[in-house]
Nanobody, 121 residues
Framework: QVQVAESGGGLVQPGGSLRLSCAAS????????MGWYRQAPGKQRELVAG???????NYADSVKGRFTISRDNAKNTVYLQMNSLKPEDTAVYYC???????????????WGTGTLVTVSS
């Protein structure tokens, strides 16, 4: 059994910062890519940032230069540091992790339940 859980969302004023965390737990053999997605009301879920097991990161154009993704492989955790937040960043943020539960099983994607980020004055 594998669980993925986000934390760190909340209400922040425009221009402010938040740090999201996502920890994977349970039966984990290895973790490949991890990432953050978001879904705003009335919109489709979109990739915000992803990071490979080796630490290579990629970002959506809308967050480049403002958000930073990082991971701690020893803690099975991925982070999203969000700076210079804008009202259009308001969304539910979801963590995704591609995890192998054992050496003889293929990796599958696991999702957290989401954490709400609201950027408003």
């Amino acid at each position: 059994q594998v669980q993925v859980a986000e934390s760190g969302g909340g209400l922040v004023q425009p221009g402010g910062s938040l740090r999201l965390s996502c920890a994977a737990s349970g039966s984990i053999f290895s973790i490949n890519a991890m990432g953050w997605y978001r879904q705003a009301p009335g919109k489709q879920r979109e990739l915000v940032a992803g990071i490979s097991s080796g630490g290579i990161a990629n970002y959506a154009d809308s967050v480049k230069g403002r958000f930073t993704i990082s991971r701690d492989n020893a803690k099975n955790t991925v982070y999203l540091q969000m700076n210079s937040l804008k009202p259009e960043d308001t969304a539910v943020y979801y963590c995704n992790a591609n995890i192998r539960s054992s050496s003889w099983l293929r990796a599958i994607d696991y999702w957290g339940t989401g954490t709400l980020v609201t950027v408003s004055s």
